[in-house]
């Protein structure tokens, strides 16, 4: 079964300067109980996918074409209030800044008893599932953690507590926002293990965005590559990792400071920048930074299939 289905989705934004196409033509697949990866540098078109997944698009922003089909329903023809019944029930999201995600002025204990105001259990029982949540993340000593404000908890707490609230109801699917970007390498490292493991037990879906590569290789079964709001490669890890088809993600990754073999004063960089969306190029949107491109390069390039599951969108994978 696949709990989140995205094809074709054309996202824009109406600016001073003329119409702004944030994503193009965006296609993938959360299957259910595994996690997917987003991957890509900053203005790839992140957030405003996870916008549009929740219905939570600037007034200036709209959904041009295309479909977000999450379980049995169409979330681009829900209205405010539909959509505000699925968040938080059956799509939940954990952020990457946990202080912004908690309220200050609440304790744990009555933001967490908030999160199920559509639960009819008494209040002892709120507080007693928050306590078994907030143990599931490891939280020590559980029940006076509810009397506590967020900014008695450390960060790495923080986010423990957000990934809590955010898994309270259950949802089918869990979209996780950079968590691990505010962290230091080593509760980053705990944190991911802290994931997988709550993905396991609660046998949710996890969309997981991040712009780095170690953490998406070390969580992920799929991956899906954006540029400029374009998904140019997706498959699984290994397939992705292993074997880079797009020029983009083969570039990606040698900029991986991980996979740098000798001590360097520079670190690789990819020359160029992002497009300007609101006069997109005719052809591969990837064309202006690619050291391989060539005159087949001046037409949109179509998805090409290169078998169980891995796709890119390049010309130069007709040649595979």
């Known amino acids: 079964m696949t709990v989140l289905v995205i094809q074709d989705l054309n996202v824009s934004f109406s600016t001073e300067d003329g119409e702004l196409l944030a994503l ?52 681009t023809t829900l209205s405010a209030t539909e959509m505000q019944a699925l968040r938080g029930q059956r799509i939940s999201t954990v952020f990457q800044d946990p202080m912004g995600a908690l309220n200050p002025v609440l304790s744990v204990g009555r933001q967490m008893r908030n999160i199920q105001y559509r639960s009819k259990l008494t209040r002892a029982e709120k507080d007693a599932h928050s306590v078994e949540m907030l143990r599931l993340v490891r939280i020590p000593d559980a029940e006076a953690a509810l009397k506590r404000y967020p900014h008695q908890f450390s960060g790495g707490m923080k986010q423990r507590i957000a990934i809590a609230m955010a898994l309270m109801m259950k949802p089918a699917l869990l979209i996780a926002d950079e968590p691990t970007t505010a962290l230091d390498a080593t509760l980053e490292v705990a944190t991911i293990e802290l994931l997988r493991d709550l993905q396991q037990q609660i046998g949710c879906s996890v969309l997981f965005i991040s712009h780095h590569l170690g953490v998406i290789a070390e969580l992920c079964d799929d991956v899906v590559v954006m540029y400029a709001g374009e998904v140019v490669e997706r498959g699984t890890t290994r397939q992705v990792f292993n074997a880079p088809t797009h020029p983009y993600t083969a570039r990606l990754l040698e900029c991986d400071p991980a996979r740098q073999t000798e001590r360097k004063r520079e670190l690789p960089t990819i020359p160029g920048e992002i497009p300007d969306l609101r006069q997109r190029p005719a052809g591969c949107i990837f064309a202006s930074r690619c050291d391989q491109r060539a005159e087949a390069c001046a037409a949109p390039p179509p998805d090409f299939a290169l078998g169980d599951g891995h796709f890119v969108r390049c010309v130069l994978a007709e040649a595979t």
């Open 24 to 75: 193009k033509d965006v296609s993938f697949e959360v299957p259910e109980q595994r996690i997917v990866g987003i991957v890509g540098e900053s203005g790839c078109g992140k957030s405003t996918l996870i916008n549009a997944i929740l219905g939570l698009l600037a007034d200036n922003g709209r959904i041009c074409s295309g479909s977000i089909g999450f379980e049995e329903a169409e979330l």
